[in-house]
């Protein structure tokens, strides 16, 4: 979904109009930053090999994302500031925070606040693409559930387009490859709306008598000339299920909200 399942602009975003036409892409720029509060809820129930899981995970942070330049390349960074994170796994409950230090002898605390604290990895980044994905499950954070991806060509008010990106299933970690299909509703006051729903879903893996069913779609309002992001709010919901033999049965479903807000 690394921090997916819906990442927004760490680069400016140019707007060009002509014609009636609007062209939008991502445009990376050294010392471009901006402050992201941000809240995700993830609820999921999965069963591998016999054994279930219940598990209920909440981020609440601020999140500041940048560009900078390493040698010849540009990299953004992730990086929250102020955070809570709560997980209730089967019954169990493990809180960290960022004004909170962990016992000294819980190192599972004190893992989870430190890779916070460190920066997000696996951000992506290109003129048409930006995704900062991934799932919590204590394999990484993410601040997105989904990505945004832009056209290549102008696009008018109510035009399509499509896109595709990549989620690891929570409490599975299956990779799965989203097809989106994206609009531009609106450009007011060179605020840009884009609004996107999930087509299709399919596992990257090769998976005989495999069931899947996604349902996804995100709004993103996006300040044009100052590449701020005003605000992204996403939902996303799974049930997937797979057996091939007695000992080979595996099973999810689950739903993530979140809202991304620009400071």
Known sequence: MRWLFVAVVCGVVALVLFAGEAKLAFLPKEGDKQVWQTKATIEYESEVGGQKRKVKEVLTADAEISCVKDGETLTYTLKPVKFSYIKEDNGKRLEVSSDKEPPEDNWVLSMLKGRLETGLQGIEASTT??????????????????????????????????????????????????????????????????????????????????????????????????????????QMSWDFSYEQKETEKMSGKGKWVEEVKGK
């Open 129 to 234: 693409h930006l995704a900062v994905g991934g799932a919590f499950d204590g394999k990484g954070f993410a601040i997105t559930v989904a990505s945004i991806v832009l056209p290549n060509k102008p696009v008018k008010e109510g035009e399509s387009w499509e896109g595709q990106t990549e989620f690891g299933l929570p409490g599975l970690m299956l990779p799965l490859k989203l097809t989106w299909e994206y609009k531009l509703v609106k450009l007011n006051n060179d605020v840009a709306q884009i609004e996107g729903k999930v087509k299709s879903a399919e596992t990257t893996m090769k998976m005989g008598n495999c069931q899947l069913k996604v349902d996804a779609k995100l709004v993103a309002r996006i300040e044009v000339k100052t590449w701020h992001i005003k605000d992204v709010k996403t």
